[in-house]
């Protein structure tokens, strides 16, 4: 896939040069770049400064650079879940953006969270009873249940999103299979191959049953894999037993081609306060943490955010990643 010779600081560089009087025509012949080029620039990047373009994406403490990844696509606490628009925005910038996927009828993902279509779109009954076209029909849902223009999306969709308009080199687009290896056949995992195709390294494949993560991996070359170890009662049973260290040592051996490890930000914590640095441990193995999910920016989720930045974690999943760096940077 070809690449831009300019990085992101340099295109923001070169469109002030547009915003103080240089025309598009100067800017081309100056610059060695198409009109067509410059104007996709202004489309991404028009207005901004290299530090709002950053802050969108990671922030950096003391050496070490945490990402912000956007939540089921969403850059800010009032976007919509799984919009086309806010996905293409994360992965024009080089964000860290995560979708969730469901088997659909047709035997393929649809990018939604829930297995049934009543909160999430103007469908109803099991996604696994919608086929393609009847999905591709429905209208999302905005946060407060509202009906939005935008239409549901399948991989398919997402993937050609990726091909139109390719993502900038340090975007990653996490693809959280929702369901387990009993919803998967075959038929089911080579077209997931076949969908994505070359776009593999853009994207990490995760879940918490890893049978299925293995199996669907496998059928996209270049395809990463993450491995989500916290199920159910997991924190409970780890404050009862208090055998934290133990625990990340089972699951890091279960799941040795995982390069990104998804962790419950409530375990991160309760490890660290009996004295266990899970991140620490995951990072000796060669491995990245993603810790998960801060949903809205308070006191009490800033607190926790500094406190997880402190801890070296390479990731934090939030709905308002935006919002987020803006409150930890001030």
């Not at 202004?42 to 400064?49: E, F, H, L, R």
């Not at 009873?129 to 999302?140: E, I, V």
């Not at 091909?163 to 369901?179: G, S």
């Not at 969908?195 to 918490?208: N, V």
Request: hydrophobic share 45%; charged share 25%; glycine share 10%.
């Amino acid at each position: 896939m070809k690449r831009s010779r300019f990085t992101e600081d340099q295109i923001i560089g070169i469109l002030k040069e547009h915003e103080a009087g240089i025309s598009v025509a100067d800017l081309c012949r100056k610059h060695g770049v198409s009109d067509a080029t410059v104007y996709k620039w202004k489309a991404k990047y028009g207005g901004m400064d290299v530090s709002e373009a950053k802050r969108l994406k990671s922030i950096l403490h003391q050496g070490h650079r945490t990402w912000l990844k956007w939540h089921r696509g969403r850059r800010r606490a009032t976007d919509p879940a799984f919009t086309a628009a806010r996905i293409r925005d994360g992965m024009r910038l080089g964000a860290s953006v995560e979708v969730d996927m469901v088997v659909h009828g047709s035997g393929g993902f649809a990018v939604l969270h829930d297995m049934t279509l009543e909160r999430e779109t103007t469908g109803q009954g099991p996604v696994r009873n919608a086929d393609a076209a009847t999905l591709r029909a429905l209208h999302l849902r905005d946060n407060a249940g509202q009906v939005l223009p935008d239409r549901v999306m399948l991989l398919e969709d997402i993937c050609a999103l990726l091909r139109r308009d390719p993502p900038h080199p340090d975007a990653l687009l996490q693809l959280d299979f929702k369901e387990d290896m009993a919803a998967l056949d075959p038929g089911i995992i080579a077209g997931l191959g076949a969908t994505i195709g070359g776009l593999g390294p853009h994207m990490i494949l995760s879940g918490g049953d890893l049978a299925a993560v293995v199996a669907l991996t496998g059928a996209a070359p270049g395809l990463r894999m993450g491995y989500d170890p916290c199920h159910g009662e997991t924190l409970a049973d780890l404050r009862r037993t208090g055998d934290f260290a133990g625990w990340i040592v089972a699951a890091l051996a279960k799941a040795p081609q995982s390069e990104l490890i998804y962790l419950g930000h409530e375990i991160v914590i309760a490890a660290d306060d009996a004295g266990v640095d899970l991140i620490g441990r995951v990072h000796a193995a060669g491995r990245r943490v993603d810790a998960y999910t801060i949903q809205r920016v308070t006191p009490a989720s800033l607190t926790l955010a500094r406190r997880l930045v402190a801890l070296k974690v390479d990731q934090i999943t939030t709905d308002n990643p935006e919002g987020l760096c803006a409150a930890m940077t001030l």
